[in-house]
């Protein structure tokens, strides 16, 4: 059984949350989180399918390590990951991992996913057997669904077409999906999906989702005492 957030501007220091359920329990959330201007710093999150649902409003996540599998940060919240570690580990047979899956249901939400400066690896039981199943960045959730991955490593675990969709051609010319400034053996974009909502982001398109646009995080961010960048890296 997971744990579930609510309070405002709730912090969370050096805490493992686990929901030890296994592959096979399909959806076994480790953390559901819907409080807004929360932070998690130096957190573990670790699960398989569904890990890390940030159901909704401002969260902010620092140096944290996040293992599952399909879906394995998913919802509808406004979300930064930064100096983050995703580890994908080794689904059941025929399943295909994806690390995101965001839920935005409206074109006027201000809601996504945003990782920067993050690494997106496999898992010790899925590096041995990269060859076993596809690993993807997301996957819409929903028809508005919005994730970006900026400046982060990405390993060779990742499809190269980057990106899998949900049910058919559903959405994909109303999601917003960005890679930006990517590094690493999964990062070359040249035979990444060719959807209308998928983007090779300049710096103008990054600047919106850094942490001080996209979830106004100098209002809140300074009281907790916790580090974050508020841009991008230069």
């Not at 493992?16 to 819907?34: C, E, L, Y």
């Not at 930006?180 to 035979?191: D, F, H, K, L």
Request: glycine fraction near 8%; hydrophobic fraction near 35%; aromatic fraction near 14%.
């Amino acid at each position: 059984m997971g744990a579930a957030v609510s309070g405002e501007r709730f912090v969370a220091i050096g805490i493992t949350f686990m929901n030890i359920a296994g592959p096979g329990k399909h959806q076994a959330v480790a953390v559901r989180n819907n409080a807004d201007l929360s932070t998690f710093y130096r957190c573990s999150f670790e699960g398989y399918q569904d890990t890390l649902y940030v159901h909704s409003l401002r969260q902010f996540y620092r140096e944290c390590d996040i293992y599952g599998t399909v879906d394995f940060i998913f919802g509808n919240s406004a979300a930064v990951f930064q100096n983050c570690n995703l580890f994908a580990r080794k689904p059941m047979p025929n399943q295909k991992n994806a690390v995101t899956a965001q839920g935005r249901t409206d074109p006027n939400q201000n809601t996504g996913i945003s990782i920067q400066n993050c690494s997106v690896q496999a898992a010790p039981n899925l590096s041995l057997d990269l060859n076993s199943t596809s690993t993807y960045l997301g996957r819409p959730w929903k028809e508005y669904s919005r994730t970006v991955v900026m400046q982060s490593f990405i390993g060779d675990l990742i499809n190269p077409q980057g990106w899998l969709e949900w049910n058919a051609n559903m959405g994909l010319d109303k999601i917003y999906y960005g890679e930006y400034e990517n590094y690493g053996p999964g990062a070359n974009t040249s035979r990444r999906v060719r959807w209308p909502g998928y983007s090779h982001m300049n710096d103008l398109d990054a600047l919106n989702f850094t942490m001080y646009n996209f979830a106004m995080g100098d209002t809140w961010l300074p009281y907790t005492n916790i580090p974050f960048s508020r841009g991008l890296h230069k």
